[in-house]
Each structure stands twice: as structure tokens, then as C-alpha cells.
């Protein structure tokens, strides 16, 4: 008897496992998360960076709430040189200049000249080459 019950439990056991995996990697557990944001550790919601919570916080706590994006040019939070111009995109922003010709530092107000010498700590940044009108 005890020798048929052991491949029954093995078996039983492999298939527990990998329904566990599965929850695990389809988010069962987790609340349904707004746009923007992930759930966290299985429990709550949170905003990816760049975005915070209709209330304020970084994490969604109402099933209401959404995250929007955080405005880093006009809260302070963008780290752009005074010489730079500050545009916020959706979850982010950048630093726009031209950095050997001050001259012609005002054509960076239309097009996004993103740069690293834009940027205050300009060896941290690793910015986008692209450039467009906006």
C-alpha cells in the first residue's frame, strides 16, 4: 500500500509546485494595478517612476486611484544646468542645450538637442542621441 501512495504524492506534489509557479508568475495574487503601475511584493500596487498616485504617494492604495506623471521640471526634480532648456515627457524628461555655442542656446527651446553637458551631474546621464521638432 505505502509503495502505490508514494507515486500519487510525488506526483501530487509536482503538480503543487508548478500551479504555485504559475500563480506566482500570473499575478493571481495580486490586486488589478491602474495603468503605470506594478503590483508590489503580491500585495499593493505601485506607480512606476516617473508617475505617483492621484494622492500624492508612490504607491495606489483605492482601486480609483491612477498614476500620473510627475511633472520633474516643474515640481524641481529635473536635474537640467540653468543654460538647459527642461521638457517633462510621460514617466520622464529631458535636458535640452547646445552646450559649445551659447549663442545658439535659444534653438534648443524648439528642438531636443538632448545632450549630457545639459544635465548638472552630465557623468551619471545617459541621455537619447535623437533629436525632433517638437
Known amino acids: 500500500m505505502g509503495s502505490k501512495c508514494l507515486p500519487l504524492l510525488s506526483a501530487l506534489g509536482v503538480l503543487l509546485a508548478l500551479s504555485g509557479a ?8 495580486c490586486p488589478p494595478c491602474p495603468e503605470n503601475a506594478s503590483c508590489y511584493n503580491s500585495t499593493h500596487c505601485a506607480c512606476k517612476d ?4 492621484t494622492a500624492g504617494r508612490r504607491y495606489v492604495t483605492e482601486s480609483s486611484e491612477k498614476c500620473e506623471d510627475i511633472d520633474e521640471c516643474n ?3 529635473a536635474k537640467c544646468k540653468k543654460k538647459s532648456y527642461c521638457r517633462n515627457t510621460i514617466g520622464s524628461y ?5 552646450p559649445n555655442y551659447p ?4 534653438v534648443a527651446g524648439f528642438i531636443k538637442l538632448n545632450h549630457p553637458d545639459c544635465y548638472e551631474d552630465a557623468h551619471n546621464e545617459k541621455p537619447s542621441v535623437d533629436t525632433w521638432f517638437q
Open 94 to 98: 529631458y535636458c535640452s542645450c547646445v
Open 103 to 106: 549663442l545658439f542656446n535659444w
Open 75 to 77: 515640481t524641481g526634480l
Open 22 to 29: 504559475d500563480a506566482k508568475n500570473s499575478g493571481a495574487f
Open 50 to 53: 516617473g508617475f505617483h498616485s
